[in-house]
């Protein structure tokens, strides 16, 4: 089977380790993982993770089965780039005195719809959101004019067809409130504790 | 700053108030209350408040002190596959917790309950390179179904609920929960023990498609060469009689994997034998000859299927499993039933015709005839002078009626000990499927016998095998668990000797092994032995070891170079399964 760029959502628990519960099913079949972002969802207390990879149907949906028997992910869905609504953002820094000098850096950056964040006398933050190939062509373009400094965030989606889950999510969430998570208080307290 | 002041003092049972526990105090009665009785474990640094504890509950939780923190963890599955309830071990930080990582992957892949408790350093030292500070969590990820790591006192009676829950719903496995010492010590209000009967983030079982069952129950009717593969998902979901009644019902020929023996009796009409790399013959030829394959409870290991793109081609698969992620992992197919099999096993013997396949099992037998034939008659019945593994295993079955638990260690023992081994009963047998874990026979035979003291158990183990955690003579000989001990000593590493004579031109790289006086070993921990080299003293050897009240050992020395067959060669298909 052909491989294409998937996307797998996936709706987890808040508990701490959990990126790393996720990102070992990958790296234990030695995927790379083009980006994964993590945030909370629209229903308070559940984890929204977003991880872009690149294989087969028949890998993904595996992948998915794997990671759904995790005790803490409630659902992994995965979807092709068409099911979907999607985005990067990028932020480049780039010398004020470019911008301020050469109007076809100004032309790049009001085509690719980039907007200033921060301008300083020595350099200006813009950002951009889009996909990736559009970013990359913007990187590459500012290449020639100095480009300082330049990060792309991980790709978030939303799922054109996902209305019947959010309403189950938030019965869910609302039946059954997620749990706190407990955090070791005491890592800033050495002097405090005995040991031995 | 006021539970930091707590974790100074030591909780003192005759000041502290009754609500109040210490972290634990409230592990022990999580024990308790989860219903345990026997925990193998060894103590350390980080968990000795645990077993400050457990020195006032000595009366209630029967502690095994093994000689390694692996031999715990086996000591604890063992105890877990012939009881059927959870095992506990307990280990110390560091070290002691790294040791638990071969038991944890072993419990993993086999799908054994098993809950570790771990001491851990204190929470104000984690990363810090501590005294015997591991990353135990995320090292044990991979290897267990669930792990969580304690830091606030407060947390214990319900994470241990959790724990418990998680390790024996479903499909099982092992759990781990890592406790920092100050966890341990702080004093906390005890509102009791309430065990868990729900995680709302984990289904434990699919829900039961009923459409599925139809469509699976349609496909069956309607099949000319119907054939049952079972695994121990039978065991596990104690739906012995379920697959008993549905085999029945459909004159259903029935083959087990290694992990479902004993799921199934060895005299059992419709039991044609073992599956994979050295089962029996017919079941492998015949999966490349069935018309409508039924998988229950197994989950088609590479060692069962062979190469897979010649496996089963010709049939329409059923699959009746559990976790819904082994449907369609290796095998695609058919008609997924998704359940557990306690349950759907008897909706489908309900939608099933009576039916007699008798001409269709007579398939089975024939062949059968031929592995007899070939490979059976001089394994069990050898001409020669020198003893073979096959014969060992016979004189064992003639002795204990199938009524032992046999427990093996890994290699050519066990692959022959699985294949003649007669089983009367379910949960009888114990060995390492999944991880093929060397080193597991000794301390899981420990464990199986507390788990079943009132069975005889045997563990069979190869001289590779029992160096390897050979140690646990020492708990063997402190708490006295009447182990028996026949160590088939072939002076090789067999398995793999067998395939560098077969696939490496018989270049012998480092498979030669010497042994120690086994006999003397034992004698030295205070455990009775004989060792014999001939046929003529094995009956009487056996029943000598069988009679004895309490541990014995006995090694019996057999060929040398003797080979398992039959044998799937890896990359072949089951049906090209070689019988010399």
Not at chain 2, 48 to 61: F, Q, V
Not at chain 2, 97 to 108: E, I, P, Q, R, S
Not at chain 2, 181 to 186: D, F, G, L, M, W
């Amino acid at each position: 089977m052909e491989k294409q760029e998937y996307t797998i959502t996936l709706y987890t628990e808040n508990s701490i380790g959990m990126i790393g519960r996720i990102s070992g099913i990958f790296s234990r079949r030695k995927i790379n993982v083009e980006s994964l972002n993590t945030s909370p969802s629209e229903v308070e207390g559940i984890h929204r993770f977003t991880i872009l990879i690149n294989e087969s149907e028949d890998v993904v949906r595996k992948l998915c089965r794997q990671i759904e028997k995790q005790v803490e992910v409630l659902k992994a869905y995965y979807n092709t780039d068409e099911e979907l609504i999607w985005q990067e953002q990028a932020l480049y820094k780039v010398p004020t005195e470019v911008i301020a000098e050469k109007a076809s850096v100004e032309r790049l950056l009001r085509e690719y719809g980039a907007s200033a964040v921060v301008i300083r006398h020595d350099y200006t933050v813009f950002e951009t959101a889009g996909h990736r190939e559009e970013i990359d062509r913007l990187t590459n373009a500012l290449g020639e004019y100095g480009l300082i400094e330049f990060v792309r965030g991980a790709r978030i989606a939303i799922i054109k067809d996902s209305a019947g889950f959010h309403t189950k999510i938030k019965q869910f969430e609302r039946e059954e409130p997620s749990p706190d998570t407990v955090e070791n208080e005491y890592l800033d307290q050495q002097d405090s504790v005995f040991t031995m | 700053m006021s539970t930091l002041e707590k974790t100074r003092s030591k909780p003192q049972e005759s000041t502290a108030p009754k609500t109040q526990l210490s972290g634990s105090q409230a592990v022990l009665e999580a024990l308790i209350q989860e219903g345990v009785d026997t925990l193998f474990g060894y103590p350390g640094g980080a968990i000795m408040p645990i077993y400050d504890a457990l020195y006032d509950y000595n009366d209630r939780l029967n502690h095994i002190l093994v000689r390694h923190e692996q031999g715990g963890i086996h000591a604890a599955q063992g105890y877990a596959r012939t009881s059927g309830r959870v095992g506990v071990a307990f280990a110390t930080s560091g070290p002691g917790a790294t040791n638990l990582v071969t038991g944890l992957a072993d419990a993993m892949i086999d799908s054994n309950p098993i809950v570790c408790i771990t001491g851990q350093v204190f929470a104000s030292l984690l990363g810090t390179d501590a005294f015997q500070e591991t990353d135990v969590i995320n090292i044990t990820t991979p290897v267990t179904k669930w792990n969580y790591q304690v830091t606030d006192a407060t947390e214990i009676p319900s994470v241990l609920a959790k724990a418990f829950y998680i390790a024996q719903t479903g499909r099982p496995g092992p759990v781990l929960i890592d406790i920092t010492k100050n966890a341990q010590i702080q004093l906390f209000d005890y509102k009791g023990y309430e065990k868990c009967d729900h995680v709302r983030s984990y289904r434990p079982k699919p829900i039961v498609r009923k459409e599925y069952i139809e469509q699976a129950a349609a496909l069956i009717n309607n099949a000319k060469k119907p054939f049952v593969l079972f695994g121990q998902g039978i065991i596990l979901g104690k739906a012995e009689q379920d697959l008993k009644d549905f085999i029945e019902k459909g004159g259903f020929p029935a083959a087990t994997t290694v992990m479902g023996l004993s799921a199934l009796e060895t005299d059992h009409p419709l039991h044609v034998g073992m599956l994979g790399m050295h089962g029996n013959y017919a079941p492998n030829v015949m999966t490349n000859e069935c018309d409508v394959l039924i998988a229950v409870g197994m989950r088609f290991d590479d060692r069962v299927t062979g190469r897979l793109d010649k496996y089963a081609k010709q049939a329409k698969v059923v699959h009746l499993d559990i976790d819904p992620a082994e449907i369609d992992k290796n095998v695609a197919t058919t008609v997924p039933v998704w359940g557990d099999c306690k349950e759907t096993l008897p909706m489908l013997t309900q939608l099933i015709e009576r039916h007699d396949h008798s001409a269709w099992l007579a398939e089975f037998r024939e062949l059968e005839k031929k592995e007899v034939k070939e490979v059976i008659q001089d394994e069990l019945n050898p001409t020669s002078d020198i003893m073979t593994m096959g014969e060992v295993i016979k004189v064992l079955n003639e002795l204990t009626g199938g009524d032992a638990v046999i427990v093996t260690d890994v290699g050519q023992h066990q692959m022959v000990t699985c294949r003649y081994a007669k089983f009367n009963k379910s949960k009888s047998n114990v060995t390492s499927g999944g991880l093929g874990t060397m080193g597991f026979g000794l301390p899981a035979a420990i464990g199986a016998w507390y788990g079943a003291p009132e069975r005889d158990v045997v563990a069979i183990i190869g001289d590779g095998g029992i160096q390897m955690t050979i140690q646990e003579l020492g708990t063997i000989m402190q708490f006295g668990a009447k182990v028996k001990i026949l160590i088939l000593n072939n002076e090789f590493l067999g398995m793999v000797r067998q395939w560098q004579q077969l696939f490496n031109d018989k270049r012998y790289s480092f498979v030669n092994i010497t042994s120690p006086d086994f006999v003397a070993v034992a004698k030295g921990y205070h455990i009775e032995g004989n060792k014999i080299s001939e046929r003529k003293d094995l009956h009487t050897a056996l029943k000598t070891m069988l009679d004895h009240d309490g541990s014995y050992l006995l090694e019996v020395m057999v060929g040398k170079e003797n080979n398992v067959f039959p044998m799937v060669p890896q990359g072949a298909s089951v049906s090209e399964i070689r019988l010399k």
